[in-house]
């Protein structure tokens, strides 16, 4: 994981826990909003890279990767 994301997690989980233990300005409660979108934004983009370097590959050693797969790239 990237420093970035893990400065980000921190955050989201240190906004979480004051949520919980004495509530949050609707500031907070923006910004909270705002980085779990980026974090969700990132979380899916690492996921398609993932997704789109996975190459189908039958018993006989044929690639057989479905072509709607190769647009992703």
Same mark, same amino acid.
């Given at each position: 994981?990237?420093?970035?994301?893990?400065?980000?997690?921190?955050?989201?989980?240190?906004?979480? +826990? &004051?949520? &919980?233990? /004495?509530?949050?300005?609707?500031?907070? &409660?923006?910004k /909270?909003?705002?980085?779990? /979108?980026?974090?969700?934004?990132?979380?899916?983009?690492?996921? $398609?890279? /993932?997704?789109?370097?996975? +190459?189908?590959?039958?018993p006989?050693?044929?690639?057989?990767?479905?072509? $709607?797969?190769h &647009?992703?790239?």
């Amino acid at each position: 994981m990237s420093k970035d994301m893990d400065m980000l997690i921190k955050e989201i989980n240190a906004l979480a +826990k &004051k949520s &919980k233990e /004495q509530g949050l300005t609707e500031e907070e &409660k923006k910004k /909270q909003h705002t980085l779990r /979108q980026k974090y969700l934004e990132i979380f899916r983009g690492n996921f $398609r890279n /993932q997704l789109a370097s996975i +190459k189908v590959v039958d018993p006989n050693g044929n690639d057989v990767t479905p072509h $709607r797969k190769h &647009k992703i790239h």
